[in-house]
């Protein structure tokens, strides 16, 4: 899943591990544009090898009530925000964020979509641009592949 705070992020494409990003808010963000480009890198893998019949998306749930991050300190402000709009009920439940996912895994209106992204409404829409390249996404891609090599086989 992704987020609407991949718009407010700038990552470091030298520091891919946020060893040097002390903010827990701006590493979540940087995550979750990561997500969206991986996604989309996936998506073009697939399509070159001629695999049609499996398709990756990814969505953005929208602020949902659940219990993530509450036990985090994120400064006062933020703090406060997030624990008056989870009481408040200012956020939608587990089971309405969960519906974009839902659809796409099984509407047939999606059927051979890939590599998109969906807003919490169902619709897809832009992802971030501001520091998409295609050389970003591949060094993303290929440090993300060196990550996970040991467990591959």
């Known amino acids: 899943m992704a987020s609407s ?3 407010m992020v700038n990552p470091d ?11 827990g808010q701006k590493r979540y963000g940087i995550s979750k544009l990561f997500v969206i480009w991986n996604t989309q890198h996936l998506a073009k893998l697939l399509k070159n090898q001629n695999v049609h019949n499996v398709t990756v998306n990814v969505s953005h749930p929208g602020a949902v009530a659940t219990n ?3 036990n985090s300190d994120n400064g006062f402000w933020n703090n406060l925000i997030y624990k008056v709009a989870l009481k408040s009920h200012l956020m939608s439940s587990p089971e309405q964020g969960a519906s974009t996912n839902f659809y796409l895994a099984t509407s047939n209106q999606i059927k051979g979509v890939s590599g998109k992204y969906f807003n919490n409404k169902r619709k897809m829409i832009d992802s971030p641009k501001r520091h998409y390249s ?7 891609w290929n440090y993300c592949m ?6 591959l086989n």
């Open 5 to 7: 705070t991949a718009n």
């Open 13 to 23: 494409m030298n520091d891919l591990n946020f060893k040097n990003e002390p903010s």
């Open 68 to 70: 993530f991050g509450q």
């Open 134 to 140: 295609e050389e970003n996404e591949l060094k993303l």
């Open 146 to 151: 060196k990550v996970v090599e040991p467990f």
